[in-house]
């Protein structure tokens, strides 16, 4: 079998997995895992371009995600004028301070390098005069906006802008962060950039989590507007309702189903076009020279290119494709819960996607995207259906039954260490392997 063929196969068996969901289980089912998995290969698309095409082992995926969704939430969601009456003011004043406190630390630190160490303790003192200005002007602000109505406000609100902008503006919110991480990590060894990809991270979370006159924080920002229609306003257009009845099931599902269809199609058009940019970014010169970069940064730099440069480059672009993928899933999502964003699922998950799939290969991302957002989720249904196939002969309540069937929801970790292990024993470069061109 030629490995075009065997590439379509696989997606075409992926195809067949979720007509097999759709019948087994529910269509609805079927679409909500599809467009899922849809986000979940963008991901690991962006992934793929650090670690794929440069050697960038960047574990710090979750807190490029959650300024994605952060992107959503601004963009979308009507401003809060009590919020705004409150401590806007005071909000802007201690951005414009902290702005003049990093051009000041930035102004001091290029004029006192002939100062020696007493150039350190200069810039620090200037960086503490105006933190603590700043913070004297934003906290009372702060305290202000969290206290307007606290149920359903406590924070300024966004833009109310239709949320399909928050997707390009999560990838800047994304790449803007990358290019301060990458600044900061770029160069050192891969062990020490995922530590501090990692940390960083966690320090986004953390800000979401506590800034709540920004986010809401804990609190949880609800009813983000859609890009599809509702299903009640389809349920009373008269014109769906004529299609709807063309079919033999309710109305409900029939809207259920048009606005997950809707989902679809605006995912799969994100997924085609960086999908397509990516493989053109791929077979490019600007390709080889990345993949040069990341087999042999020493003889690359020898033949002068500039290798941390290239480093932050390839950083910033695939951090701005996850962040692009988490606006998507806040937008899927209909909220923004920062609480949600989880090492597990923003960053292992999509790990192993790319492992799967195949590093380096754009398509084996988006395969290895589906294979495992596909039996994440499914992994617990198929686990009731085997615990109770093998215990069938038992009592109701027999114990070991019972043990087995409320054992079933911890399949999802056997079964991703299991697709993982044979993988890595049959298929050691991905079930798509990069090809060297």
Same mark, same amino acid.
């Given at each position: ?113 002939? @100062?020696? +160490?007493?150039?350190?303790?200069? #810039? *620090? $003192?200037?960086?503490? %005069?105006? !933190?603590? /200005? ?79 006159? @920004?986010? +809401?924080?804990?609190?949880?920002? #609800? *009813? $983000?507007?859609?890009? %599809?229609? !509702?299903? /009640? ?205």
């Amino acid at each position: 079998m030629s490995l075009s063929v065997r590439n379509l196969s696989m997606f075409a068996l992926m195809a067949l997995l979720f007509v097999t969901v759709g019948f087994v289980q529910s269509w609805d089912v079927s679409l909500a895992l599809l467009n899922m998995c849809i986000i979940s290969a963008i991901m690991a698309l962006g992934v793929n371009i650090q670690w794929g095409y440069a050697g960038l082992f960047n574990v710090g995926t979750m807190g490029f995600a959650a300024l994605g969704g952060l992107a959503a939430m601004l963009v979308s969601v009507p401003p809060v004028a009590g919020a705004w009456q409150a401590g806007g003011v005071g909000i802007f004043g201690g951005l414009v301070a902290a702005l003049l406190t990093v051009a000041a630390g930035v102004a001091i630190w290029r004029r006192t390098a002939r @100062l020696g +160490r007493r150039r350190y303790w200069l #810039t *620090g $003192l200037v960086v503490l %005069v105006g !933190y603590i /200005i700043m913070r004297a002007i934003i906290d009372p602000a702060v305290e202000a906006i969290e206290a307007v109505d606290v149920t359903t406000a406590g924070f300024l609100g966004g833009l109310g802008l239709p949320i399909v902008f928050s997707w390009l503006v999560g990838g800047i919110f994304a790449a803007g962060a990358a290019w301060v991480v990458g600044k900061i990590s770029l160069g050192l060894r891969s062990d020490y950039l995922a530590i501090a990809t990692l940390g960083i991270s966690e320090i986004i979370i953390y800000f979401l989590k506590f800034e709540e006159w @920004l986010t +809401r924080g804990v609190k949880n920002v #609800t *009813g $983000l507007p859609r890009p %599809v229609p !509702y299903e /009640i306003e389809l349920k009373q257009s008269p014109a769906f309702q004529s299609w709807a009845s063309g079919f033999d099931t309710n109305i409900e599902t029939v809207a259920s189903l048009t606005v997950k269809l809707c989902y679809a199609g605006l995912f799969s058009v994100v997924l085609l076009v960086v999908l397509y940019l990516s493989e053109v970014a791929l077979r490019s010169p600007w390709g080889r020279m990345m993949r040069a970069i990341r087999d042999n940064e020493t003889a690359a730099a020898a033949m002068g290119k500039n290798v941390t440069s290239r480093h932050l480059q390839v950083f910033i672009l695939g951090s701005a494709v996850v962040g692009i993928a988490g606006a998507m899933l806040t937008t899927l999502d209909g909220q923004f819960n920062p609480p949600t964003y989880q090492p597990l699922r923003f960053t292992f998950l999509i790990w192993v996607m790319v492992i799967i799939g195949g590093s380096g290969n754009n398509w084996g991302a988006v395969l290895g995207g589906f294979i495992i957002w596909f039996f994440w989720i499914e992994a617990e249904p198929i686990g009731l259906w085997l615990m109770g196939a093998l215990t069938s002969g038992m009592a109701p309540d027999h114990w070991l039954r019972l043990h087995l069937i409320e054992s079933a929801a911890h399949m999802r970790l056997l079964t991703m260490g299991l697709v993982l292990l044979l993988v890595l024993r049959f298929a050691p470069r991905g079930l798509i392997p990069e090809i060297k061109r």
